[in-house]
């Protein structure tokens, strides 16, 4: 049981390349999110699923696009990168909406993905 | 929406001394108060949480407290050990607002020998 993976752990890019970062949970979760952590900011919401098929918007998602074709793949897409989203990303999943209206919405996050935007 | 101060954002202790880190939220209606520990490297891990119908819970030798009227929360380590230096989040959720949480912007937390 590997929990969440997150890949790259480190990438650097350019302005302007487009790159995706991959999340994978093997718990059959229902729910996966993106978090990005910058310093003195907290955990911010980018990105949010609650099933496959189904997408939504958090706090940040300008410059980001997500898909979410499988339950265990939730990918993040950086189209065209800025030296703003300079970051490091967290992906987190959980059980369904339903088991959190049950009190089990604990979120499980990977190690994370260090990005530098130059 | 929600809105989550945290304080202090650094904090030294010597060892076996206890450490209170102190949370604010603004929307009444949150009912769920995760806290998460990140080392150093790693993603956050949830320690404890406390829903809105409680008003302490303990695990060992941390415990949360809430103060619905105040709107705020606390952690408290008691007897400190350098395993807990580490960064701490706390985060509400509103009803209805399914695993959307809204982190405090973190607390470094160092246990000194």
């Known amino acids: 049981n590997a929990g969440v993976t997150q890949t790259p752990k480190f990438q650097v890019l350019k302005t302007g390349q487009s790159m995706t970062l991959q999340c994978a949970q093997d718990?059959?979760?229902?729910?996966m999110s993106w978090y990005r952590q910058d310093p003195g900011m907290g955990l911010r919401l980018i990105h949010y699923?609650?099933?496959?098929?189904?997408?939504d918007q958090g706090e940040v998602p300008n410059g980001y696009n997500v898909s979410r074709s499988t339950t265990e793949d939730f990918p993040l897409r950086l189209l065209s990168a800025a030296p703003s989203q300079t970051s490091v990303y967290f992906c987190a999943s959980s059980y369904s909406r339903l088991a959190i209206i049950a009190g089990a919405n604990v979120l499980t996050f990977g190690a994370g993905s260090r990005l530098t935007v130059l | 929406g929600e809105n989550v101060e945290q304080h202090p954002s650094t904090l030294s202790v010597q060892e076996g001394d206890s450490a209170v880190i102190k949370c604010t939220y603004s929307?009444?209606?949150?009912?769920?108060f995760p806290w998460y520990k990140q080392e150093l490297g790693k993603g956050p891990q949830l320690i404890i949480d406390i829903r809105s119908n409680v008003g302490e819970k303990k695990d060992q030798r941390i415990a949360v407290t809430l103060n619905k009227t105040a709107k705020h929360f606390s952690l408290h380590i008691t007897e400190t050990q350098p395993e807990d230096s580490a960064v701490y989040f706390c985060a509400a959720v509103p009803p209805g607002g399914g695993n959307k949480l809204t982190f405090g912007t973190g607390t470094q937390l160092k246990v000194e020998l």
């Open positions: 699923s609650v099933g496959a098929g189904i997408t």
């Open positions: 718990m059959n979760h229902e729910y």
């Open positions: 929307d009444s209606a949150s009912n769920y």
